[in-house]
């Protein structure tokens, strides 16, 4: 899968701009504060659906712009394929994909496929829960649209249902009765994230162990476990089972609930248990030996998504080459050849010598060195491009 195009309009610091990609390398760089990162956020909420930096759309839209928005165009295996996204200040966002209007996110999500991989990833083995939850939950969405909506049902019965439980006004004998059905409503909607979870870290082990090995000369092995609430390691794939079990544990402690006035139970608590030799690498591991494993994990979500979609998924690095030893750069840059890698850099030094597409970023203006050529284009067209 190979970006194109992207244009941008009044996102972020960019008033207008029109990105040309290639295949191979592409590094976006320039000073800080130009946006970088803004340019690599847009390509994003392609993968995603929404901004890797939690922001709301409005929040994406230029300084005192009323709308604005982007456009991807994109070759995948089989044709070229247009995604638009709309933005503005006082309604909902459009999307639209092929020029057809598209109402639900989940159904945007899953036609464009990118990994990202950004600096606060790199903390992500010592870091809270919730960036182990993120990584899972980004990875697994672009693959499984209906993993994505369950994620987007659990959260509003969990609102709800925390909501209930703030409410000390409430008469007993409504409040009791709707504790049940959102905590049935919940048990479903858990079960079905926390086996799709499952699934997916039973081949991101194998992946991830791989790529630590063949980092490490094999000195180095990490494994990954789905630690949750819901232990489904007692039931094992039998949905129904868990979500009863899970229904009446949730139940048995409700008194504990009312009282911490908060949902005490289920998959926004669960966690990924790294281990590295058999230790937990949370408590252990040192700070190259995260990075490692950080590193296998994001290159383990780009052969998922390739096993998944039958091809690699683009490779969206913000700044974090500079971050990583001489070592793990070369062998990041060899794993990534022949796949297209989008990558953001303050230093320019990095890459000399490579035959990577070189941008510079410049207070929200994007200038290529040369003009990109595309294999498809004819010589006449492409020399007049040079000329
Ligand atoms: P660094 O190397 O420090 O990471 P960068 O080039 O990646 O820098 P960006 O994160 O892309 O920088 O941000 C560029 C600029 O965009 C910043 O100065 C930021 O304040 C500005 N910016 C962020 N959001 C908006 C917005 N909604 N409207 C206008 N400017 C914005
Ligand atoms: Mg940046």
New binding site residues.
Partial sequence: MNVNTVIYRNF??IEEARLTFTPGVNILW?N???????ALEGIYCFACGKSFRGVRDR?????GAESGGLELSFTDARREQHLSLQLFQSKSRQMKKNGVPVRKSSDFVGTFHGVLFCPEHLSMIKGAPQLRRAFLDAAISQLRPAYLAALTDYAAVLKQRNALLKNEEQDERVRMPLYEVLTSQMAELNTRIVLTRMKYIRLLDTSVSGFLEDMTGGRERASLAYQSDAQPELYGEAGAEISRAFYEKCMSYAHREFAAQTTLHGCHRDDILISLDGREARLYASQGQDRSIALAMKLGEGELSRAATGEYPVFLFD?VLSELDTGRQQYLMQRLGGRQVIM?S?NESLFSGMDVNMIH?DEGCYEMACPVLHPGQGQEEQEAAVE
């Fill in positions: 972020r610091n320039g800080n504060a130009q946006g970088k990162t803004n929040e994406l839209l230029r300084f700044d953001t303050c970023v």
